[in-house]
């Protein structure tokens, strides 16, 4: 009698796939961040016996190798997309919100964009109502995601709940 096989993940290598391509695009973005163009003092200490072209194509360099780790961060994230799309596998909720629908740059809050929690119903007094909205800065657009909280029931709900329903007497007559 043959083993029965293990019971395994299917298309395991796709998953393995997209966990990669977004620990690389994750990756980059954080070096993306953290390497911002910046003087020491020693360089500010030879200024005046050190030309500004010099100064200004270190900087244009080092903005240059940002934007394209940058654009190497949103090509992998876009891979990803591409992938999950054509294998049909789902992506879960909480890696879609940390990428942008629109064009594809990883959002990292206070870096790559901002979140507020806002309610516009009769003034903020429907709790049900709260909405995180992440804008995004590389494009400038929003998305509304619903914030926990659980809605009451309808009222038809919950006039039988409350009260249990009577019976209906039929006339005999």
Not at 59 to 66: E, G, I, N, P, V
Request: glycine share 4%.
């Amino acid at each position: 009698m043959a083993k029965g096989k293990k019971p395994g993940v299917p298309n395991r290598h796709v998953f393995s796939r997209i966990s990669f391509l977004y620990q690389a695009a994750a990756y980059l973005s954080m070096v993306d961040n953290n390497q911002q163009p910046s003087t020491s003092n020693s360089s500010s200490s030879n200024i005046s016996e050190q030309p500004t072209e010099t100064a200004t194509a270190a900087d244009f360099k080092a903005q240059s190798r940002t934007t394209s780790q940058e654009f190497a961060s949103r090509r992998l994230l876009t891979d990803l997309r591409n992938v999950a799309l054509k294998s049909q596998i789902r992506i879960s909720p909480a890696v879609k919100r940390t990428v942008c629908k629109y064009c594809d740059s990883l959002l990292v809050e206070g870096q790559t964009c901002s979140s507020v929690v806002e309610n516009k119903s009769k003034g903020g007094r429907k709790p049900w109502a709260d909405l995180l909205v992440v804008s995004c800065h590389t494009c400038g657009r929003e998305r509304r995601y619903p914030v926990s909280s659980q809605r009451p029931k309808r009222r038809h709900c919950r006039a039988t709940a409350a009260e249990p329903a009577e019976p209906q007497q039929e006339d005999q007559t």
